[in-house]
C-alpha cells in the first residue's frame, strides 16, 4: 500500500513567523510591566553611539521613580508599582556617588523616621578608664610575728582571728630557754664595782636581750628588780587586723612560726583589669575614683600605684594596682568596687555622639547629610570614647552634619541599593 504523499503546506513559514512574533511582543509586554529595560540591544547600542559622553552620563543623574516596597521596579516617570499599588517615589540613581549610595527621602518620610541629626564638633575629651575592682590588704603594711627563740606560747589574750588591736597590746607571753639566759648574763654584768671591760659586756647583754625582742621596758624593769623573768610578753608591732593566728595556750613554736599576722587597714589596695587596648595612656601616679556598694553615696580618691608586667592570657587584661586611704576602716578586702581612672584631657578632638555611630563587626560608620533630604553613609576611623562621646581620627571634617536618630534604617537602604545596582552592573 503506497503512502499518499504529503503536499507542501505554503502557509507554514507565515504562520511560524506569527507564532514567533506573538511570543516576542508578550514578553516585551510582562518585561515592561515588571519593570525591565524592554530595549533591544540594537537600539541600546544606537542610541549610546548617538550620545556624546557627557549626556551619555548625564541620563544616569536623571531623576528614577522607584517603590518603596519593591525596589526592583524602576520608572523614569511617576506613577504607581504595579505590583503593589503604591505610590513611587523619586530616587538620584547615580552609582559615581561613593562607596555607598545616596538616600534621597521627602521630609514627610524623615519626620516618620525621626531623624535627628548634630553637627561634628571640635572639642575637648577626658581620658578615663571604668571597671570594677576589689580590695585587698595593702601587702606593704602586713607584719609577721615570729619569736626569736624557740619556747612554748602561754597566756594568750588573743581569742580568735579579726580581733582590732594596737601596736604594743600584749598578745601572749613566751618562756623561752634561750631568753632567760640572756637574762640571767645581764644581770651578771650589772656589777657597779667592775671594770669598763665589764661595762661593756653588759652593753652587749642588753642588746642581745633587744635583738632576742624583749621590751625596753622588761629590760629596765629586770635590771631595776634584779630578777629574771620566766616569760617575756610577745606585743603587736603596729595598729591593724589579726588576720591570720596560729598560736594557741601550751604550743611549742620556733623561729619559723608564725604566730599572727596583722594588717594595717589604714591603707588598702585596689586590684583591677585593664583591656590591652586601653593601656596605652595609662602609668603610675595617674588619679582614680572609687565608689564601693557597701557605702553608697560616699567617694574615695587614690592613685595608679603600679602596673603589673604581664597580660592575662585569657582574658587579654592587665593587672593594675591602686592605693587609696582608708583612715576609718570602713574599706573592707574582698569588696567588690567601682573604679574610675582619669588620664587627663586630650584636647581639641573631633568628636562625635556616640549615638551617631553604627558599628557593624567590619566597619564603622556614620550617615552624613548632603541636604535637599540626601543622605549618605561613610565610614570613619575612630579613637577613644569617653560617655556619649566619640573620636573621629579620619572620615568626617568640622562642622559635618551627621544623624544620630534613624541612621540604622537610612545605612540599611543605602545597602541595599548598593545590592542592587552591583546586580544590575551599574558599579
Not at 339 to 360: D, F, M, N, S
Request: charged share 25%; glycine share 8%.
Amino acid at each position: 500500500m503506497s503512502i499518499p504523499s504529503r503536499r507542501p503546506d505554503d502557509g507554514a513559514p507565515l504562520r511560524r513567523f506569527l507564532l514567533v512574533l506573538g511570543l516576542t511582543m508578550g514578553l516585551v509586554a510582562c518585561g515592561a510591566e515588571l519593570g525591565f529595560d524592554t530595549e533591544t540591544p540594537s537600539e541600546s547600542a544606537a542610541e549610546a553611539a548617538d550620545d556624546s559622553p557627557m549626556e551619555h552620563a548625564a541620563k544616569h543623574l536623571d531623576p528614577k521613580y522607584v517603590c518603596p516596597m519593591h525596589p526592583q521596579i524602576i520608572r523614569d516617570e511617576e506613577g504607581t508599582c504595579p505590583i503593589c499599588g503604591m505610590d513611587l517615589v523619586e530616587k538620584l540613581m547615580d552609582p559615581m556617588t561613593g562607596k555607598y549610595p545616596e538616600v534621597a527621602l521627602t521630609s514627610a518620610v524623615v519626620q516618620t523616621l525621626g531623624v535627628r541629626t548634630a553637627p561634628v564638633e571640635r572639642g575637648t575629651l577626658w581620658k578615663y578608664i571604668k571597671t570594677v575592682g576589689r580590695i585587698a590588704y595593702d601587702e606593704t603594711r602586713l607584719a609577721h610575728v615570729h619569736p626569736r627563740a624557740p619556747g612554748w606560747i602561754e597566756s594568750l589574750s588573743l581569742r580568735a582571728e579579726g580581733e582590732p588591736v594596737q601596736a604594743g597590746q600584749e598578745l601572749a607571753e613566751l618562756y623561752a630557754p634561750a631568753i632567760l639566759n640572756a637574762q640571767v648574763d645581764f644581770l651578771l654584768a650589772q656589777d657597779r664595782n667592775a671594770a669598763d671591760r665589764r661595762r661593756v659586756s653588759a652593753d652587749k647583754a642588753r642588746n642581745i636581750l633587744r635583738l632576742l625582742d624583749v621590751p625596753d621596758d622588761v629590760i629596765t624593769a629586770i635590771q631595776r628588780d634584779g630578777e629574771a623573768r620566766n616569760r617575756v610578753p610577745i606585743r603587736a608591732p603596729i595598729d591593724g587586723i589579726v588576720t591570720q593566728m596560729v598560736a594557741r595556750d601550751g604550743m611549742y613554736v620556733t623561729e619559723a612560726s608564725e604566730m599572727f599576722t596583722i594588717a594595717d587597714l589604714s591603707q588598702v589596695w585596689v586590684m583591677v583589669d585593664i583591656y590591652e587596648s586601653q593601656i596605652d595612656w595609662l602609668s603610675e601616679g595617674l588619679s582614680a575614683e572609687m565608689r564601693v556598694p557597701a557605702r553608697p553615696g560616699r567617694t574615695w580618691e587614690g592613685e595608679v600605684d603600679y602596673l603589673y608586667p604581664e597580660l592575662d592570657p585569657v582574658s587579654r587584661t592587665l593587672q593594675v594596682r591602686l592605693v587609696f586611704e582608708n583612715p576609718d576602716r570602713v574599706l573592707k578586702p574582698n569588696m567588690f568596687a567601682d573604679v574610675v581612672i582619669y588620664g587627663g584631657p586630650k584636647r581639641e578632638v573631633l568628636k562625635i555622639p556616640a549615638e551617631a555611630l553604627i558599628v557593624t563587626g567590619e566597619r564603622e560608620s556614620v550617615v552624613t547629610v548632603l541636604g535637599d533630604g540626601r543622605f549618605q553613609p561613610v565610614d570613619v576611623v575612630t579613637g577613644m570614647q569617653r560617655g556619649d562621646e566619640v573620636e573621629i581620627l579620619s572620615g568626617l571634617d568640622e562642622d559635618d552634619e551627621i544623624v544620630v536618630s534613624g541612621q540604622f534604617l537610612i545605612d540599611s537602604e543605602s545597602n541595599l541599593q548598593a545590592s542592587f545596582q552591583r546586580m544590575s552592573g551599574a558599579q
